[in-house]
């Protein structure tokens, strides 16, 4: 069990292109091209969903359902992607949401 509760870490706007999506801040690093980043429509989805109030555990239960994916390699891809995240400081942990 996964309770843990992430949240973004600043402004930005996210846009379909194709295939994937490009996340790109509003402020502060706008011409800083090292701070665009390209997500599948997978990590999109998952970007979506860490809204500062769902858990872990509910963000793997929703991409399950949606894409009919195997609840471990969720987890597992998940588990890199917030990782990835947080050392880009996009996303950090919501301190005291653990239910």
Not at 16 to 44: C, W
Not at 53 to 64: A, K, L
Request: proline share 1%; aromatic share 6%; net charge negative.
């Amino acid at each position: 069990m996964d309770n843990r509760v992430f949240e973004h870490r600043g402004e930005f706007a996210l846009r379909k292109v194709g295939q994937e999506s490009i996340l790109v801040p509003i402020r502060n690093r706008v011409g800083d091209l090292d701070s665009v980043y390209v997500f599948t429509t997978v990590a999109a989805r998952i970007w979506s969903l860490l809204d500062g109030h769902r858990d872990i555990d509910s963000v793997v239960e929703v991409i399950c359902s949606e894409y009919d994916a195997d609840g471990a390699v969720v987890r597992t891809d998940l588990a890199e992607l917030l990782s990835s995240l947080e050392v880009a400081d996009l996303v950090g942990e919501v301190v005291g949401a653990n239910r």
